[in-house]
């Protein structure tokens, strides 16, 4: 039997009927196997809750033992412990319950709640794992000052840690020891942490702008404190920054971060505690690439963000999520904007955007930012969430304009500091502060698919005007069949036809808007009259991505190609380069499927030239300018998706390219050589980023001479970064050197799990024909356990964006889809459903595909004991 599927409603939220703002914890970690936890919490009637006698506390796997109100222990017919909840009837209206409970760290590998890993005990509460380590009013409404008591065992787990501050520890009989913390801030049940294991330390200091020093201690895995080291640099950054852009600093007086390899996310943002998965903390050049270094340093700034927006102000209820994740990931974007190049990290986001995001406002999982309903919050941490949230928070930023938004944001924390609050508190901030009417822009918080934006344009030489006509639509989503009109910011310049900006100026408007202009859309269709142009112009729009839309304009290739070479707004230059080569694209899909020969143009190779020639000036740009859309972006544009057709076509586009430029590609490739010792800094990452996609085209091509240069670049790299490219580029490439490269870059790594990963992540992402039997083979390798979600996420998680062998067209890749997401699904049923939302756009596929991924979804569906997590996407899905 499955387990029945609850519906969790936004419309039935109401006030927690119990408060309990402090809570006292004895954590005793007996052993791997067993742990008694006794909580102490005091319980008082919520005024403005509702009135109830009995006191419902959540529970998940967790055996209570006893209950006792002020002290005296309740007879067995006083409470009843079902599967979910504790009740405890007839209880006053303000009074202390004691709690004794059993809980299985070793047994729990679904990694929510207090688990084990190699090193030891650790914990993940958000989003309702609190509720498996004691009964608990588990939402983050309630919130309480925690003290905590951490027993074990002395040799075997000598760091002891919780939030907040330890303020007494010691020696206890058995070889055991015991520390005490206490938690000054209250804070919901998701922030809370704990951490028994051994692990090496390491400590510096931050000293805050008001004069405080605040201890940072880094806790990684014996022997590896090295790879702590740029994290650490991050922290340190990151809390600087914050003070310089937001005026926030660190509230502690101890700031620990632990790694661990056992980790369902990233990472997270425990009050002062954060636990970061090691593959999002621990960097050394050998090990880690470029990528990793910077995702390493967003995501530690991103934790820290989180001290105020996520735990300062926190969010009333899960259908809140945007509130503390679209707020942190936009602050995050902020800052590596900063740090790196502004436009690189706009454009990556962007692509983000559009391979995570856009796919999913398009299929059965669509919902809005601030969803109305869920069965399982945990599947609710999604792209939209965390990448639609952080723009609709950038859009509001530039609405108000920076200046604005800063002191919106000082209203916020002065609102709202200590205190659980919805999305609107936000939007009221930016709107207080800014006078900016957002009553219609909160629609975006509402309404989920992916808006279009149909410009046309219109040039009148006589009276020098140009009228650019806006209409905007939304597509029907599930239980969203029409959609109001949205307000957004739609940033737009105008290029002459030799390139230059033409300086803009709306009728009736007595000021000119300089080169770049922010207009506001509300209505369905909206008409900008521009006068004074001399010229037909050519227009710029959607600079910087100013929302989260797809903009259709009937562009020819000659203003594209003015575009990419000329527009002021870096962005709007790579964009111009994409929309180029999708144009291309798309039309060869089309002959392909129609029988037709796929060729491509000269300007294609010209225009690709420019940018190469052009490199020097920006190769990190350049290597964004150079990269195709992705896969899995051109066929969201395609009425039926055929991925073979997908993927040959752009693989043509490549070879295309590669051969006409073959000589271009292979001097940059000598030209952007880095000197020096490695540094992942922009410059020297973009140089490398330039210079390994040259290799990855001319690999395309196959020659015996470039598969010597990428085999000796393999053997030679001092770095992670060039190692991968040239692993990655022999994986898909079918030669004699292949098999050698993949098999001795194991051999040499076996022993590093984060590079294991990569390895496997490679093998499965390969190109090739083989690769689905190959990635069963590895399902079974000593290397790969289901039990880890590294491991998960980088064989089956990379397999599954393979989007030419995970859509094998004798539907083998689905096949093994299956296999693998059910047996992951009792082990770890967050990780699993994650896995099977591969197979959701099932009704986006050509007729052949769309019949295997359903009859697999079906079988997933019939599964007995499926659970809930897993059980919720297929449900939708088939839906
Ligand atoms: N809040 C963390 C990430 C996180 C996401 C999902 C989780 O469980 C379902 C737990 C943590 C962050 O945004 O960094
Ligand atoms: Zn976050």
């Not at 945990?378 to 304009?401: C, D, I």
């Amino acid at each position: 039997m499955n387990a029945a599927a609850t519906t969790v409603r936004l419309a039935d939220y109401r006030r927690p009927a119990f408060l309990i703002p402090e809570v006292v914890l004895d954590i005793d970690l007996q052993s791997e196997d067993e742990a008694r936890v006794a909580a102490t919490l005091s319980v008082q009637r919520n005024p403005d809750g509702a009135s109830s006698s009995s006191l419902v506390l959540d529970l998940d796997e967790v055996s209570v033992e006893s209950v006792a109100i002020d002290g005296k222990l309740l007879p067995p017919e006083r409470w009843q412990a079902d599967g979910r909840y504790l009740t405890v009837q007839d209880v006053p209206a303000s009074f202390r319950l004691d709690t004794v409970s059993r809980i299985h760290p070793r047994q729990n590998t679904k990694l929510m709640g207090i688990y084990t890993s190699s090193t030891g005990f650790f914990s993940l509460c958000e989003a309702e794992g609190f509720r498996r380590i004691t009964p608990f009013l588990d939402r983050p409404d309630v919130m309480a000052r925690y003290t905590v008591t951490l027993h074990a065992d002395r040799e075997r787990y000598p760091v002891l840690l919780a939030n907040g501050n330890c303020v007494a520890q010691g020696e206890e009989g058995g070889a055991r020891h015991w520390a005490r913390w206490v938690d000054p801030f209250p804070k919901p049940s998701y922030l809370f942490a704990v951490v028994a294991a051994r692990l090496d330390r390491s400590q510096d200091s931050f000293r805050t702008r008001s004069g405080r020093n605040v201890l940072l201690q880094f806790f990684v895995e014996p022997g590896k404190l090295d790879q702590g080291v740029f994290a650490l640099e991050s922290l340190k950054h990151a809390m600087k920054w914050d003070e310089d852009t937001y005026g926030l600093e660190v509230d502690l007086d101890e700031y620990n971060i632990v790694a661990v390899g056992d980790f369902n996310a990233g990472a997270m943002e425990n009050k002062g505690l954060n636990i970061f998965n090691t593959k999002l903390v621990l960097a050394r050049s050998d090990i880690s690439t470029d990528w990793d270094f910077n995702f390493i340093d967003r995501t530690v700034a991103h934790e820290y963000f989180h001290n105020w927006t996520g735990n300062r102000v926190t969010c009333r209820d899960w259908f809140q999520l945007a509130l503390k994740e679209g707020l942190t990931v936009f602050r995050e974007q902020q800052y590596a904007g900063d740090r790196y190049s502004r436009a690189v990290a706009r454009i990556q986001a962007v692509r983000n955007l559009r391979t995570g995001q856009f796919p999913e406002d398009a299929g059965p999982m669509a919902h809005p930012v601030r969803p109305s309903a869920y069965q399982q919050v945990s599947n609710f941490y999604t792209s939209t969430v965390y990448q639609k949230g952080a723009e609709l928070v950038r859009m509001m930023h530039t609405l108000v304009g920076p200046a604005k938004f800063r002191q919106a944001m000082d209203l916020y924390f002065r609102e709202h500091d200590g205190q659980a609050v919805t999305t609107d508190a936000l939007v009221a901030a930016v709107e207080e502060a800014s006078g900016e009417d957002l009553s219609q822009f909160r629609l975006w918080y509402e309404q989920s698919g992916t808006a279009r934006l149909s410009v046309r344009d219109q040039y009148d030489e006589t009276s020098q005007t140009y009228v650019l006509t806006v209409t905007q639509s939304c597509p029907p989503t599930p239980g969203q069949p029409t959609k109001k009109p949205m307000h957004m910011p739609l940033t737009v310049g105008l290029l002459t036809p030799d390139g230059r900006e033409l300086p803009l100026r709306l009728e009736g408007e007595k000021t000119g808007r300089g080169g770049s202009a922010v207009l506001s859309l509300r209505q369905e269709t909206e008409v900008f009259r521009f006068i004074d142009v001399p010229v037909p112009p050519v227009p710029s729009l959607g600079r910087n991505f100013s929302a989260p839309v797809i903009i259709g304009y009937p562009y020819d290739d000659q203003a594209l190609q003015l575009l990419l070479g000329y527009d002021s707004d870096a962005f709007n230059r790579w964009e111009a380069g994409q929309r180029l080569a999708m144009d291309l694209l798309l039309r060869g899909v089309a002959d392909r499927r129609a029988g037709r020969p796929v060729q491509f143009p000269d300007y294609l190779a010209e225009a690709f030239g420019r940018v190469l020639a052009d490199a020097q000036k920006d190769p990190a740009f350049a290597a964004e300018a150079l990269t195709l859309p992705a896969e899995i972006i051109i066929a969201e544009r395609l009425e039926e998706i055929d991925p073979q057709a997908v993927h040959e076509v752009r693989f043509a586009m490549r070879r295309f390219l590669a051969e006409r430029l073959h000589g271009a590609f292979r001097s940059a490739y000598d030209l952007f050589a880095t000197p020096g010792p490695y540094s992942p800094d922009a410059e020297s990452s973009g140089r490398r980023a330039l210079r390994n996609l040259c290799l990855a085209f001319l690999m395309d091509l196959g020659e015996a001479e470039t598969r010597s240069l990428c085999v000796a670049q393999l053997a030679g790299a001092t770095n992670m970064t060039d190692a991968m490219a040239a692993l990655a580029a022999l994986a898909s490439c079918d030669c004699p050197e292949r098999r050698p490269a993949l098999d001795g870059f194991y051999a040499k790594w076996k022993d590093e799990p984060l590079v294991v990963d990569k390895w496997l992540s490679t093998e499965a992402l390969s190109r090739l024909p083989g690769t689905v039997a190959r990635v069963r083979e590895l399902s079974r390798h000593p290397a790969f356990t289901l039990k880890n979600p590294n491991k998960v996420y980088a064989l089956v998680g990379s397999f599954g964006v393979n989007q030419v062998n995970f859509h094998a067209a004798d539907g083998s890749g689905y096949a093994l889809m299956v296999e693998l997401a059910l047996a992951l699904d009792p082990i770890n049923p967050q990780v699993a459903s994650r896995m099977v939302r591969n197979l959701e756009r099932y009704k986006r596929y050509e007729p052949a595909r769309r019949e295997l991924m359903r009859a697999a979804l079906q079988t997933i569906a019939a599964h007995p004991g499926l659970s809930r997590e897993t059980g919720e996407v297929v449900g939708k899905a088939l839906a």
